[in-house]
């Protein structure tokens, strides 16, 4: 993707936090939340179609960061935290998401290049959803 190599997940603002109880936890708070304009992306994303390894970390772009934290009731950490929050730059972020089990998760074509230019694991785990894109292309393109 030419693309990704002009662009990347910390090419936005991204900020850590942390919700004690786990991603299971979190994901139960993005179901109770409405009225948030936010998509997940990376591990997390792509664990519904193409799963790696249980995902660490949740990272979401959120529209209003302060709110969204607010919302889920993250707190904020330096280090380790277990989700990070990224400030789009551009709203193409949340093109062709879908509500999946209750949860907005970004397009297919945007994860792959958040997990591209990530670390650790993420370039293998976009390898990974890959894979399952070119076996599964009407699935994803529809």
């Known amino acids: 993707m030419r693309w990704s190599e002009d662009y990347g997940l910390t090419s936005n603002p991204v900020s850590l936090f942390t919700e004690p109880r786990g991603l299971g936890t979190f994901l139960d708070r993005l ?16 664990e519904r179609v193409a799963p790696f390894a249980p995902p660490r970390q ?25 989700v990070a929050v990224a400030t789009p730059l551009y709203d193409v972020v ?20 958040d997990l591209l230019t990530g670390s650790g694991r993420n370039p293998s785990e976009a390898v990974a959803l890959l894979d399952w894109m070119e076996a599964n292309e009407r699935a994803w393109r529809s």
């Open 31 to 46: 179901r109770a939340a409405e009225d948030l304009k936010y998509v997940v992306t990376g591990s997390l994303a792509a």
């Open 94 to 113: 949340f093109d062709r998401s879908e509500i999946v089990s209750g949860v907005s998760m970004a397009a297919p074509s945007q994860v792959v290049v």
């Open 58 to 82: 949740a990272i979401v772009y959120a529209d209003n960061p302060e709110g969204f934290v607010a919302a889920t009731g993250l707190r904020g950490t330096r280090v380790g935290g277990n």
